[in-house]
Structures are given as C-alpha cells and as structure tokens.
C-alpha cells in the first residue's frame, strides 16, 4: 500500500522490458515444478508487505496450509511495496500481494498480471474498519462534509486514498474536489495530526489504532462509504505463470482461502502471528481492528475501483476487469 | 592530494611532544568523548520528559535501551546484524580489491589514465541511491541489490584514492625502477605499491564508512535483510522505540567500523612517517 503508483508501473514496465530481453537471469527454482503427485514440493516465493492485512498468509503458512498441499512457501516482505509488482513480473516471486487501484493500473498500461486470492477487504462497519480518516480531539472538523478545503493526508497519491477520501466527503454533502491532499508515510501522520500540519489524515492499522490512543477522533470510514465491503488488496502472479502451471495458482489459491477463512475464523492468532513479522506492540496489536478476510474475488468491488481509477484519470479509460481475473 | 597523508593522523594532533606530558595539561580525549556522549544522552532523555518534543514520537534515552535490550533477545535482532555486517565486509571487500587493482593499472599507464579520467568523473557523481530502481529490477529484493550499491559507492572512494597514490610516486624511483629493466610487477610491488599504500589506507576508511552507509540505505530502501530493514519493519508498525534503538546500533557499528579502519591503517602503515612521527 505504501509503494507510489507511477513508481510501480514505471518499475513494472521496465521489469517486462528486461525480462523480453531475457536479461536479468531470474532462474527461480520453484513454479517450473510438476509437484502435482508426490514431487518436491514448489517453491513459492511471495512478496508482500509487512502489515497487518497479510497476517493470514503467515498464519497459514505456520498451520501448514501451503505445506499439505505441496507448496514451500515463504514471504518476502521487501519493505515498501515497490518491489512487489517489478518482482512477479520478472519471475523473483511467484506471487505478491498489491492493493487493487495499483493492480488495475498497471494493467491497463499492459503489465501481464492476473488476480488469483483474495487480499483483505473493509469491514464494510462505519467507524469500526481497520482504515479511517482521523482528526485532533480538539478539531472544529465534525465529519467528512467539513473536510472540503481542507489538507488531508493519504500514503499515496493518486490511488486508493484521495478516491476513497473523496467518496466520503461527496456522500456527506461537501465538495470533494476542494480537499487538499498531500502526501505521507502511514507511520507519519499520527504525528502529523498531532501538530497540526495536517487537518486530518486517512490511516490504516496499527496506525489508527495509535491515533486513537493519542486521543484522535475518527471522522469517516472512508472505504465503506466508497463501497460495502471493499476489496483492497489481492494476491496476483504474473500471466506467464497462470497459463504455464495452472495447477500451481489453483493450489495456491485453494491454500490462501484456507488461510483466509482461518484467520478470519481465528482473530487472536492472527494477532499473535503480527508479533512473527512486524514490530506491532502487543498492546496496540490486542486494540487494533483487524480488515475483513473473506474468500473469493469480489468482482463488483474490482468493478467499481476500475470506475473509479477511470473517472479520476489514474486510466486512459475503464480497464475490462476481466484482464486482471483468472 | 598531497595533504591525504597527514589527515591519516588528524584527529590528535601532538601538541606535546609525549603522551604523558599531555595528559598532565589537559584532559584525555577519551574523558572529553565519554562527556561529550554523556550530554548527548543526558539531552535525549530530558527533551521528552520535558515535553520539548512528544514522547510518543522521541522516546526518551532510556526506553530506547530497554527496547534494545529486549530486541537483543531475539534472533531476528542477531540475524539482521548478521546480514548487514556480511553485506557490508563483502562489499567492502571486493570494492577494495577492484580498486586497488584497476587503480594501479589505470594509474601505472598514461594513456590508460588520459582515455579514462572523463569517464570516471562522470560515472563518480552518480549517486548510489540513484541505481536503487535499477537494482530491484534486476535483483529484487535479495542480497545482492544492496551488495551493488555498497560496491558502487565504495569502490570510487578507493580507486581515487589510489589513483592520487599511484600519481604520488617519486619520478625519479620511477625512472631508476626502469633503468635497472624491472618487471612491470616488480615496479608496483616495489616502488608504487609503497608510494600509494597509505592513499589506499585512506581509501581503506573512507570506504568503510560509505560501505556501511549504503548497506543500511539499501536495506531501509529496498528491504533486503539486515538492520536496516528491521528499522523499516519498526517504523511501518508504529513501534518508535524499538526503531530509534535499531537506529542506535547502526551508530555503534559506524563507530567500531571507524576504529577498526583506523587500527588497521596503524598496522599497515607502521613503517610510514606520519605515523611514527606521532609515536616518536
């Protein structure tokens, strides 16, 4: 979520240029695998980033879910997202982890990638989702009407923040297209909230959960008011390895629904595993909500933030979903 | 570059003509250092207590302690330490040796030298950092991204270094080395390896501070293992005083580093007169 837009395309188109070369010599050991019946079990290398949304696959991972089905998974999680999508495309990774606005970007400018799991989702609950935009106590701003004119900060722009940020300020009654918005590091903006350098700033866990602490109100629950139960986030590999090991991607598949509908089932050992691949203070991880972890491709969610990245120019024009589908 | 022999013994300068008569007058760098580092955290801890800055975003001195000390316990701490210095002695290691040895053969021949310096003064200035999407392309996030970065910036460091000593040998031992037909390889180990070994012990420190440097950018930026990947992981789950004591143990390594560096130089250059000038 952290990686800028332009950045990952512009890698991502790179990536495909080097890798129709046939350069960069990415001879990864895994996805050529036939594993199916018995053989070593593929390698599967998966980029991610390390934040909360992601504690399924590392708690799948430590239930054997990947194993059983004859799949050695490990996460690399390359901070800041940027490596994530240039690393699939070029084969270093198998599978990564992106937020959907970036996925359908960059295939709209051509990258060969296809959706295979579900990511995390909104929780689709005004005021108790694991994102928000979030206020000083003591700000004269009330709720997402007042945020016209205002600067709000969001990780990244031109992505999922301001169009979501938007939605909200447009469905309380302001004018959506006054907010000011800059740009900031998640880790950043409680602080920045705090001394009022910004008016208000779009957070996700654990970072709302530290706003909160600090005394921070929060104003809108920006996803939801985009849409009910918003799909952020996907597990995707690139074309090349959907059409070359089918039965690879539906296993792996298979094992992150698993791991999904576990964590989901399971929310305390989902916060423990936090403690396995971030720093997340156990105080902060036992408050902090934690997003919706359902299974499938939310196909009218995927719809609807195509719209949306069209209709705010992140896309010449409205990308067919179904280039990104299995 | 003539002045790069005497820096080797900046720092203290003799103004007694013995170690002892100078304690005797004034008091010892290392008491004036452990005060100066005694204020340092004397103000890191009073500046959030005081409330100057909010504690939840500088914690003060002493919770950093203890939130190393409880990274100390585990193994991702050592693992990563492990990483960083690894990258950073490989890096380091071959930097030097492609410098040394690409030095003296760029420096050794004129013409070589002539063909090359506008080339080297272009690609010298390109920042490091600046190959950071080049190398993720190529090598993602594995080890190697880094390893080049620590390479590339090390490695003008010390080719300059022995570019200015190569250039530093007397023309006449030149002159006299060819008279009497030695070897090519008998000239350098004899007359310009000497000449230029205390411009490589500079080249020496100078590139394992920027090794390190870049070694944790690289980590921070591209996320390869090591410490600095560790400060990303800290930062990105709000956990403030277990980065800022990561931070902390990236200022030690610098510091050991140095003192190796400089230790090393001694050693090597035992012989040379700045540095028996200091001892005698």
Redesign the interface.
């Known amino acids: 979520m952290?990686a800028s837009f332009p950045?990952v395309a512009g890698?991502a188109a790179?990536?495909v240029l080097?890798t129709a070369c046939g350069s960069?010599g990415?001879s990864s050991p895994g996805p050529g695998g036939t594993g199916q019946a018995g053989g070593a079990a593929d390698q599967v290398k998966v980029?991610v980033?390390?934040?909360v949304d992601v504690a399924p696959i590392y708690l799948g991972a430590k239930k054997g879910f990947f194993e059983k089905r004859n799949i050695k998974v490990s996460m690399?999680?390359?901070?800041?997202g940027?490596?994530v999508v240039?690393?699939v495309v070029?084969g270093?990774?198998q599978f990564g982890f992106s937020n959907v606005t970036s996925l359908i970007t960059a295939r709209s400018k051509g990258v060969p990638l296809k959706i295979v799991a579900a990511g995390n989702s909104s929780t689709g609950e005004d005021g108790k989702d694991f994102s928000g935009v979030v206020v000083k106590a003591d700000s004269p701003i009330r709720s997402a009407k007042d945020l016209a004119g205002k600067t709000v900060s969001i990780n990244t722009l031109k992505n999922i923040g301001d169009t979501t940020v938007r939605q909200s300020v447009k469905k309380a009654g302001g004018d959506p297209d006054s907010v000011k918005f800059v740009e900031l590091?998640?880790?950043d903006m409680?602080?920045a909230v705090?001394?009022g350098r910004v008016d208000a700033a779009w957070v996700v866990e654990?970072?709302l959960t530290?706003a909160k602490q600090?005394g921070d109100r929060v104003i809108a629950s920006n996803l939801v008011d985009t849409f009910p139960k918003l799909q952020i986030s996907t597990y995707f590999t690139s074309e090349q390895l959907a059409k070359s090991n089918p039965g690879l991607v539906k296993r792996f598949t298979e094992a992150m629904d698993e791991s999904l509908t576990y964590a989901q089932e399971h929310p305390d050992e989902a916060r423990d595993i936090l403690g396995s691949?971030?720093?997340?203070?156990p105080a902060?991880a036992k408050e902090l909500t934690p997003p919706l972890w359902e299974t499938g491709i939310n196909k009218d969610s995927l719809e609807m933030l195509a719209a949306l990245a069209a209709e705010e120019k992140l896309t010449d024009q409205k990308l067919d979903i179904k280039q990104l589908l299995p | 570059m003539m002045t790069t022999a005497t820096t080797i013994e900046s720092g203290e300068r003799p103004t007694g003509s013995t170690p002892q008569r100078r304690t005797e007058r004034h008091v010892p760098a290392g008491v004036l250092g452990a005060l100066g580092l005694l204020t340092l955290v004397v103000v890191l801890e009073l500046v959030p207590r005081v409330g100057l800055v909010?504690e939840?975003?500088l914690p003060p001195f002493s919770s950093m302690v203890s939130a190393l000390a409880q990274e100390a316990g585990t193994s991702t701490f050592w693992a990563a330490l492990g990483a960083t210095l690894t990258g950073w002695a490989i890096g380091l290691t071959i930097a030097l040796v492609a410098g040394v040895v690409l030095g003296i053969v760029i420096g050794s021949i004129p013409v070589v030298r002539a063909a090359t310096s506008s080339t080297i003064e272009f690609l010298r200035p390109i920042p490091s950092v600046a190959l950071i999407?080049l190398a993720?392309?190529?090598?993602?996030?594995?080890m190697k991204s880094t390893l080049v970065l620590v390479i590339y910036a090390t490695f003008w460091q010390v080719l300059l270094q022995v570019l200015y000593g190569v250039r530093d040998v007397d023309p006449v031992a030149r002159e006299t080395a060819r008279s009497y037909r030695f070897s090519p390889l008998t000239t350098v180990r004899t007359v310009t390896w000497p000449t230029a070994l205390p411009y490589v012990m500079t080249g020496f420190r100078l590139g394992a501070a920027v090794a390190l440097i870049l070694e944790i950018t690289g980590e921070?930026?591209?996320?390869?293992p090591g410490l600095g990947?560790?400060i990303?992981?800290?930062?990105?789950?709000?956990?403030v005083p277990?980065m800022y004591a990561l931070v902390i143990v990236t200022g030690l390594i610098g510091v050991v580093v140095n003192l190796i560096a400089r230790w090393g130089e001694r050693r090597a250059l035992r012989w040379h007169p700045s540095i028996r000038a200091e001892v005698g």
């Open positions: 952290r950045a890698a790179v990536a080097l960069g990415s980029g980033i390390p934040i690399d999680s390359g901070q800041g940027a490596a240039p690393g070029s270093q990774f590091a998640f880790p409680p602080a705090e001394e654990p970072f530290i600090q691949y971030t720093k997340i203070d902060v | 909010d939840r975003f999407p993720v392309l190529l090598w993602g996030t594995d921070l930026v591209i996320g390869t990947k560790e990303g992981v800290a930062q990105s789950s709000g956990a277990q």
